[in-house]
């Protein structure tokens, strides 16, 4: 049970963790519209690499949270991490065997409607957020995506290596 | 065939996704629909607060270590003209209250004589803006007290210089809070000079509102002080807000097209005040009658 603590639970709560701080870390108003969404990226690694351990009740719960601390509509978040992880989760296994490029190009699909439905959800509700840089988390979230899959690899192959 | 498909699946399957999905999606609608309805879950929006506090604070603590470290690295001599310039600044407001004391007495004098309901001295509290962002496209900043301390929603936020904006979600420890610069913020104002009523309504840009409804002929020019006129009930009367701009008058339209610019430094203040406004103050345990009752009894 400890060990499988070690390898399944613990980083993924520290990345998420971590994903939480960035996502609510001050940033001036110029690049703040630049910023990608870390959990959106976190969630689809994690549902990709453990889709039994982190899935979609998971995202939910990631999903209010982020609601919360963004003061967004309670539930706008929940359901587009849900939709996406559901998405994620379902093509797991094909996911896992592409080529790092069109993996990119997969969360580039993903993260493109991620911001979809939160604007969708924004626009049924009337909350005003029109903007061309509305889009910019998709792209720098593509870009990102390449180093942190990288990144969270290695996270994931020394915690499992060293439990 | 069928089996073959089902052989290669099941390892991989992962058991009632499809319904849990659903299941969630339809719970997140259901929850938008009361939270953007009615503000139903204002308990449970509270109880998730308390869980994201330590992070917010995490996230703050950077920022907290360097102020504090600028302030204790700080060099003598800095400190020492920083003083100076402080016991100045000080002498000086000491003398400008003097004479405000003196007004403020004459005022409720006057007001006494003509049977005006008294203006009091609202209560203030110094809050702490905290370093974290929301959302790019709202002018929202969080702040260090919430309901714990005392704060309602829709209570009025000023810095030194002027009205910052109001509180929109308090929670048990922090409070959001808009400013008056977000595109959905309208506040109602006067102007100084002659107490021509408008309001001033966010555009999105941090140093710029806008006054929509002021028509071609209104007496307002460049320089005007617009201060809130406490008509719309949740900001005290007399906080000065913005000052004019720009002015255009454009003879075809009906509206003169005028600009103000936010008295108060809006993203450069770290340290704000909330105020509890007479009125409430009054609902709650009756101070506000306290404050003008002496200078009456000096008149009589």
């Known amino acids: 049970m400890s060990r499988e603590l070690a390898s399944r639970r613990l980083p993924v709560i520290g990345t998420l963790f971590v994903g939480l701080m960035l996502s609510i870390m001050p940033l001036p108003d110029s690049i703040a519209v630049f910023r990608p969404d870390w959990l959106a990226l976190l969630a689809i690694f994690w549902a990709m690499q453990l889709p039994r351990t982190w899935s979609v009740g998971t995202a939910w719960i990631v999903g209010i949270i982020l609601d919360v601390s963004y003061g967004t509509l309670l539930g706008q978040h929940a359901l587009a991490l849900c939709v996406i992880v559901f998405i994620t989760v379902r093509f797991h296994l094909l996911m896992r065997v592409f080529p790092l490029s069109q993996l990119t190009a997969t969360v580039f699909a993903l993260l493109a409607l991620y911001q979809f439905l939160l604007f969708w959800i924004n626009g049924v509700a009337s909350v005003s957020a029109a903007a061309a840089t509305y889009w910019a988390p998709v792209i720098t979230g593509t870009l990102i995506w390449p180093f942190l899959y990288m990144f969270l690899s290695g996270v994931r192959y020394r915690a499992r290596t060293a439990s | ?300």
């Open chain 2, 1 to 300: 065939m069928v089996d073959s498909r089902g052989n290669s699946r099941n390892p991989a399957r992962i058991p009632a996704l499809g319904i849990r999905t659903l299941a969630l999606v339809f719970i997140s609608i259901v929850l938008m629909y009361l939270d953007h309805r009615e503000n139903h879950l204002d308990a449970v929006r509270k109880g998730i607060g308390v869980a994201v506090y330590p992070i917010q604070l995490i996230v703050d603590a950077p920022l907290r270590f360097w102020a504090w470290l600028g302030k204790t690295t700080t060099s003598r001599s800095d400190l020492e003209r920083e003083l100076g310039r402080l016991n100045a600044e000080r002498l000086l407001t000491n003398v400008r209250l003097q004479r405000l004391t003196a007004l403020e007495a004459e005022n409720a004098r006057l007001r006494a004589l003509l049977d005006a309901r008294g203006k009091v001295r609202d209560d203030v509290r110094v809050a702490e803006i905290m370093a974290v962002d929301a959302n790019p496209y709202e002018h929202n900043l969080v702040i260090d007290i919430g309901s714990r301390d005392g704060v309602y929603d829709g209570q009025a936020i000023v810095d030194a210089d002027g009205v910052v904006g109001q509180v929109i979600k308090t929670g048990l420890m922090t409070s959001q809070a808009v400013l008056i610069s977000d595109t959905d913020h309208a506040l109602p104002v006067e102007v100084n000079r002659n107490g021509l009523r408008t309001i001033a309504v966010g555009t999105g840009e941090i140093d710029r509102l806008d006054l929509p409804f002021l028509p071609n002929n209104a007496d307002i020019r460049t320089g005007d002080l617009l201060v809130t006129s406490g008509l719309g009930g949740a900001f005290p009367a007399g906080y000065p807000v913005a000052v004019v701009d720009t002015v255009t008058r454009i003879p075809q339209e009906p509206f003169a097209d005028v600009n103000a610019k936010p008295s108060a430094a809006l993203d450069q203040v770290r340290e704000v005040m909330l105020i509890w406004s007479a009125s409430s103050i009054g609902d709650e345990d009756g101070n506000a009658t306290v404050e003008v009752d002496p200078v009456e009894m000096d008149d009589e």
